[in-house]
Structures are given as C-alpha cells and as structure tokens.
C-alpha cells in the first residue's frame, strides 16, 4: 500500500501549529503510525493506530484519521520538534510515507 | 529497559555477503515480531523483513536476504547475500508492539552496510 505524505518539507516558527497529511493508496481503518527521526538517530514511536500518544511523548502531537486520509498535528511547536516524519500503515506489509521534514525557522 | 545493538555492519564488495546481528534485552524477542527496516544515504525508511508468524520480505530482498533467530540468545539476524549496490543503507533492527501488528515501537541504532 502507497503511503503519500504531505508537504515534503515544512518550516514554521516556535509556537505555531503545524499539520502533516498522510493518504493511504487503499483504505486501512486505522492502522497508521507516526515516527519521529532526527538526524543521525533512529525513528521514534510518536503515535500509533492513527490517534494513540505513545508513553512519554507531549501532549502537543496529536493524530487523526481514518479509512484513508490521517494527520499529524503539532500545537505550540518547540525547537526539539525540528526533525523528519514518516507515516506508516500497519494494515498489511508494513510501508512507510516519504517523510516529511520540518525546520524551525 | 528494551534495547536493540546492530553489529555486523561493513564494506562489501558487490556479490558479496554480509550477516547482521540484533541483540535484544530487556524483553522476550521471540514473544514479539521483528524487523529489520533500512535506511539509504539521505533517504527515507525502507521495510526489508519481518520475523513473526511466518517470515515476510519486500520484494527487492526476496532470494538474497534471510531473517531469523536465535531465542535461547534473544538474537535477531538478517544475512544478505548477493549484495548490490543499492543495498548500501543504514540497517535497523525493530521490535513490534505486540507479537503480529507491525508498529515498530523500540529501535536499534542501525548498522551502516556499504555495498562498493
């Protein structure tokens, strides 16, 4: 299943909003995680099956969605949120999104 | 604590083989699915292999990579043969959240193989 994200790239300003779209090629319910990747370390679990914060992550990343269309939001962006997203659908063989990177200005 | 250390990684000539470890601790490795999902140089996240009910790969491995375990050890190995190019990626072992959905919810630290 082809994962689309959307935009590539991002850059917004500390305490902004920010929102990344993910579209699934077929629908998946809600079998879409988001990862968080800085440079240099491995991918980190940011939210699973499309809405569910994983332990010790902020409340301001939020995730929604189903069927085939999902977001992840980003309220009052921080500096340590300057890294790469990928999507990821869980629904069949595992494929993740292209990423999206997101600089703070 | 869960945690993942890759060893293994290297140059290899193309062709060649190379076999990576994963050692797990901190949890029962045989009591949950895991991957290895790889990276290439300045590009996204690549899905290569899943050991959990059965055995799965993306296409581009099929007949050249083999993943399995070690239990007794909590080890995690993916050996790769016929080696190209465009297999030179950063390699990272990942551990599902539960035994056969694959959210990937602990990482290693990857193993860089370059394939020259």
């Known amino acids: 299943i082809a994962m689309t994200q959307s935009p590539s790239s991002l850059s917004a300003s500390v305490g902004d909003r920010v929102t990344i779209t993910c579209r699934a090629g077929q629908a998946i319910d809600n079998y879409l995680n988001w990862y968080q990747q800085k440079p240099g370390k491995a991918p980190q679990l940011l939210i699973s099956?499309?809405?569910s914060l994983q332990s010790g992550v902020p409340l301001r990343f939020r995730g929604s969605g189903s069927g085939a269309e999902f977001t992840l939001t980003i309220d009052t962006l921080q500096p340590e949120d300057s890294a790469t997203y990928y999507c990821q659908q869980s629904y069949t063989i595992p494929t993740f999104g292209q990423g999206t990177k997101l600089e703070i200005k | 604590e869960v945690q993942l250390v890759e060893s293994g990684g290297g140059l290899v000539r193309p062709g060649g083989s190379l076999r990576l470890s994963c050692r797990a601790s901190g949890f029962t490795s045989s009591n949950y699915g895991m991957s290895w999902v790889r990276q290439a140089p300045g590009q996204g996240l690549e899905w290569v292999s899943t050991?959990?009910?059965?055995?799965y790969y993306a296409e581009s491995v099929k007949g050249r990579f083999t993943i399995s375990r070690d239990s007794s050890n909590n080890m995690l190995f993916l050996q790769m043969n016929s080696l190209r190019a465009d297999d030179t990626a950063v390699y990272y072992c990942a551990k599902y959240q539960n035994t056969i959905t694959s959210i990937f919810d602990h990482w290693g630290q990857g193993a860089l193989v370059t394939v020259s």
């Open positions: 099956a499309a809405s």
């Open positions: 050991i959990s009910d059965n055995l």
